[in-house]
């Protein structure tokens, strides 16, 4: 991550607008019918003496699992953590507590409101989408704005709510200065998954994998199992990294995904 840059003093308005007009100029014919695409990413793998994953966990709203977080400060695990204003808004304590961890933690960019990326007015999971390139826009710097406000410390990677994007929307990401996080497992099905389930799934987790799972839901049992996943991992071998060596790509959108009952303490998935 790199030092929070003041404002240079020019407007929103200009911003977007000096913004827009580079996309337009450098949008690939058709970019703007196609459907959407969802960023993969991984790590460079370790080989099957020192397999390597590493762990990213959305911060989306609500409250912070203190069984994830205890668990990862306990054995020194790293981590990468996606939040976004709205949760560093009801969390301070514990932003400031994982900002304390340097060594450990890296502070990115989930955006302001957990609005999908996305420049047209469309739904995924239930979420309405940011709508416009310009509510693309603010979303991202909303959010790396309450990062660098809280932290000192401006995010380098946005991940969306839903990590779906246009390839528009994602040129509007990378304009602004960010990198796109995608994943290649998902560990908690949006935080509505069963321990045991979830456990499973993140103990399966292979050389190379970046792991998403959800740190906002300490009433749901999935966080227990997101505990349990990460130590059994570590029993494993595998050694925990940043996303410092991550390796992207862009695929079309693996829609739709399994839909999962929610259960009875909230809305799921929401990614």
Request: glycine share 12%.
């Given at each position: 991550?790199?030092?929070?840059?003041?404002?240079?003093?020019?407007?929103?308005?200009?911003?977007?607008?000096?913004?827009?007009?580079?996309?337009?100029?450098?949008?690939?014919?058709?970019?703007?019918?196609?459907?959407?695409?969802?960023?993969?990413?991984?790590?460079?793998?370790?080989?099957?003496?020192?397999?390597?994953?590493?762990?990213?966990?959305?911060?989306?709203?609500?409250?912070?699992?203190?069984?994830?977080?205890?668990?990862?400060?306990?054995?020194?695990?790293?981590?990468?953590?996606?939040?976004?204003?709205?949760?560093?808004?009801?969390?301070?304590?514990?932003?400031?507590?994982?900002?304390?961890?340097?060594?450990?933690?890296?502070?990115?960019?989930?955006?302001?409101?957990?609005?999908?990326?996305?420049?047209?007015?469309?739904?995924?999971?239930?979420?309405?989408?940011?709508?416009?390139?310009?509510?693309?826009?603010?979303?991202?710097?909303?959010?790396?704005?309450?990062?660098?406000?809280?932290?000192?410390?401006?995010?380098?990677?946005?991940?969306?709510?839903?990590?779906?994007?246009?390839?528009?929307?994602?040129?509007?990401?990378r304009a602004?200065?960010?990198?796109?996080?995608?994943?290649?497992?998902?560990?908690?099905?949006?935080?509505?998954?069963?321990?045991?389930?979830?456990?499973?799934?993140?103990?399966?987790?292979?050389?190379?994998?970046?792991?998403?799972?959800?740190?906002?839901?300490?009433?749901?049992?999935a966080g227990?199992?997101?505990?349990?996943?990460?130590?059994?991992?570590?029993?494993?071998?595998?050694?925990?990294?940043?996303?410092?060596?991550?390796?992207?790509?862009?695929?079309?959108?693996?829609?739709?995904?399994?839909?999962?009952?929610?259960?009875?303490?909230?809305?799921?998935?929401?990614?």
């Amino acid at each position: 991550m790199v030092a929070a840059r003041p404002d240079r003093g020019r407007g929103a308005a200009a911003r977007i607008a000096a913004l827009l007009l580079c996309l337009l100029a450098a949008a690939p014919a058709g970019a703007a019918d196609g459907g959407l695409v969802e960023p993969r990413l991984t790590v460079v793998k370790g080989g099957p003496a020192a397999p390597r994953v590493a762990l990213t966990f959305d911060a989306c709203d609500g409250a912070a699992d203190q069984r994830i977080i205890g668990t990862l400060v306990e054995h020194r695990i790293p981590a990468t953590f996606f939040v976004t204003a709205r949760w560093i808004a009801r969390n301070r304590a514990t932003l400031a507590a994982l900002a304390s961890h340097p060594d450990l933690f890296a502070i990115e960019n989930h955006g302001a409101r957990h609005l999908p990326a996305i420049d047209r007015e469309v739904q995924v999971y239930g979420l309405a989408a940011a709508g416009s390139p310009a509510a693309v826009l603010a979303e991202v710097e909303g959010g790396a704005r309450a990062i660098a406000a809280a932290t000192g410390r401006s995010p380098t990677w946005f991940r969306g709510a839903a990590a779906l994007y246009t390839t528009d929307s994602l040129a509007i990401v990378r304009a602004a200065g960010m990198k796109v996080a995608g994943y290649s497992l998902g560990a908690d099905g949006g935080g509505v998954l069963g321990a045991d389930e979830t456990a499973r799934r993140l103990a399966a987790a292979r050389d190379g994998d970046v792991v998403l799972a959800h740190v906002n839901h300490p009433a749901r049992s999935a966080g227990a199992g997101v505990a349990a996943g990460i130590l059994a991992l570590r029993d494993q071998g595998f050694r925990f990294v940043g996303l410092e060596d991550a390796i992207g790509s862009v695929a079309p959108a693996r829609l739709p995904r399994p839909r999962v009952r929610p259960p009875p303490d909230g809305p799921g998935p929401a990614m």
